[in-house]
């Protein structure tokens, strides 16, 4: 690993930058993206900022259980995120549509099937430090060593 | 002015508050122990009543699956909402979340499940199937014949003089397998869960 891989590694874990977008939940899982804000879980602290914006966003968090309206956007939103990049899907939502996902109802989960997804996080809603935990892990996973693994 | 200043300089550059300065970070994020999580095993064993994916409100989020000799309830992570429904309505105690068990054997509360059976007799044909694939009917009488006739007292319902009558509602188990068998609809099976408490103890609030 040449010195210039571990400025980069050294810095990229210190500076996630996230952006969320909600795909058609019942905003539990916005409160407790919204709680890792707040100084009792201080996302800030670990390097981690919200921007919202995907262009200048490394982690997508998506939260809900994919709504019509989000077919296409969805993908669009993921397309502008610049590389290295990671998704990450909130609660059960996102994963199985939980109670939505029932019959008569117009939801499309999982979420993996229409974006690649790097974790998933399960709870109706989960904890905050479930959350973090997860964007952490991928931290680790996906952004460390990024250029000598292209 | 100047021994304020040095006491300035020696107050901050004590190598504790550097320290603390540079990497505060707040109270460990670890789980309490009272925070329901996902319904965990206790070690009891299960006797299949099924009363857990009966109280789950989230569809496909428990299932009472083989594990060795026994059943043992299986937890969908990615469905579950951890409300404890299961933990609670458990007649034996399989599982635990929290503090939901230690809440109950405090309060004295329990959920209790009992099956009421509704025939609509303009749609019964007679015809006994319901009888025939019950499985409690199935234990009490095993000679019980394609009409659903039986001599036997014990089974649930069994066919009398071309109508249904059900006998022990009780000893329902709330399994649906004569709804499944019905064809026409006639019969339905309420599950009701109700929750009971017990008279609080003298000496207590």
């Given at each position: 690993?040449n010195i210039?891989q571990?400025i980069?590694n050294k810095?990229r874990s ?12 019942c ?6 993206v919204?709680?890792c ?6 996302i ?7 921007h ?8 997508l968090l998506?939260i809900g259980?994919y709504t019509?309206g989000w077919e296409e956007?969805l993908?669009m939103v993921?397309?502008?995120i610049?590389?290295?990049k990671a998704a990450?899907t909130?609660g ?5 549509g939980c109670l939505f ?13 229409h974006?690649?997804i790097?974790a998933e ?8 430090t479930e959350?973090l ?10 952004f460390?060593n990024?250029?000598?693994e292209? | 002015?100047?021994s304020?200043l040095?006491?300035y300089?020696r107050e901050?550059a004590?190598?504790?508050w550097?320290?603390?300065?540079l990497f505060?970070k707040t109270?460990p ?12 095993p206790?070690g009891?064993?299960?006797t299949h ?10 569809p496909g989020?428990?299932e009472v699956?083989?594990a060795g000799d026994?059943?043992m309830p299986?937890?969908?992570k990615?469905?579950c ?11 034996n105690?399989v599982?635990?979340?929290?503090r939901?068990?230690?809440t109950?054997e ?14 609509d ?13 019950c499985?409690?009917?199935k234990?009490?009488d095993?000679q019980m014949?394609a009409?659903g ?7 649930i ?14 000893k329902?188990?709330?399994c649906?397998?004569?709804?499944v068998?019905?064809p026409n ?8 869960l ?9 000496g207590?609030?």
């Open positions: 690993m210039l571990r980069k810095v210190r500076s996630i930058h996230v952006a969320y977008v909600d795909v058609g939940s905003n539990g899982c916005d409160i407790e919204l709680a804000l707040a100084p009792r879980y201080d800030e602290q670990y390097g981690i900022f919200v919202n914006n995907p262009r200048e966003a490394d982690v998506v259980a019509p956007k993908a993921w397309e502008k610049p590389a290295p990450i909130i059960n939502c996102p994963i199985s996902d029932r019959k008569g109802s117009f939801v499309d989960p999982p979420v993996k099937k974006i690649p790097a996080v399960p709870g109706c809603p989960p904890r905050p959350i935990q997860a964007i952490m892990s991928v931290r680790d996973s996906v460390a990024w250029e000598e292209h | 002015m100047v304020s040095v006491w300089i901050f004590r190598a504790e550097i320290k603390k300065f505060a109270a994020l670890v789980t309490p122990s009272h925070f329901r999580g996902f319904p965990e206790t009891k064993t299960c009543a099924l009363f857990c994916m009966m109280a789950c409100p989230a989020a428990i699956v083989h026994g059943w299986k937890i969908h990615g469905h909402i951890r409300c404890g429904l299961c933990v609670e309505a458990c007649p105690g599982l635990k979340s929290g939901i068990r230690e109950m405090r309060e004295g509360t329990s959920l209790l499940f009992s099956f009421r059976i509704a025939i007799t303009e749609l019964c044909t007679g015809c006994g199937n319901c009888c025939t694939a499985p409690v009917n234990q009490a095993a014949g009409g006739h039986s001599s036997n007292d014990d089974v319902m069994r066919v009398q003089e071309g109508d249904i009558v059900v006998i022990h509602e009780d329902c188990t709330g649906k397998t004569c709804e068998s019905c609809g006639a019969i339905r099976i309420a599950r009701i109700e929750g009971y408490q017990q008279p609080v103890q003298e207590w609030q």
